[in-house]
């Protein structure tokens, strides 16, 4: 391996973004989260993608960002500069490449249609009994 790859504390080299694994579980929180593909690994998320859905419908990307202990074990091993660069454009590629936004735009559900669906249902319930 180069010693310019990415390699997760965890010893998983991470060559390019198309390795990172996507986990959605928190869609309706509007956070995507970047997990190591390594499925053993101590870490397991990485970093994660901030998001909402604007009233027209669209994406409205807040941030992308890596958590310290993997970023930091790249900053010692490449150096800083080198582990900005790479995971700078890892993020980039993420955003653009690695995530269906039409796919996470269908299953989106904002918080408050989230809340207010829940009222509704409860509502309806207290109302039959």
């Not at 800083?80 to 735009?105: A, G, M, N, P, R």
Request: proline share 3%; aromatic share 10%; hydrophobic share 30%.
């Amino acid at each position: 391996m180069s010693q310019q790859e990415i390699q997760c504390p965890c010893g998983q080299y991470i060559e390019d973004y198309s390795k990172y694994l996507l986990l959605h579980l928190k869609k309706e929180m509007g956070e995507i989260d970047i997990l190591c593909p390594n499925e053993f690994c101590y870490l397991r998320e990485l970093g994660f993608l901030k998001f909402g859905i604007d009233e027209s419908g669209e994406i409205d990307f807040d941030i992308g960002r890596f958590y310290a202990p993997y970023s930091t074990w790249n900053a010692t091993r490449i150096t800083e500069e080198s582990t900005v660069k790479i995971l700078k454009q890892h993020l980039i590629d993420i955003t653009e490449k690695l995530v269906d936004w039409d796919k996470v735009k269908k299953g989106f559900i904002p918080k408050e249609k989230e809340e207010e669906k829940r009222e509704k249902e409860n509502s309806e319930t207290e109302v039959s009994t």
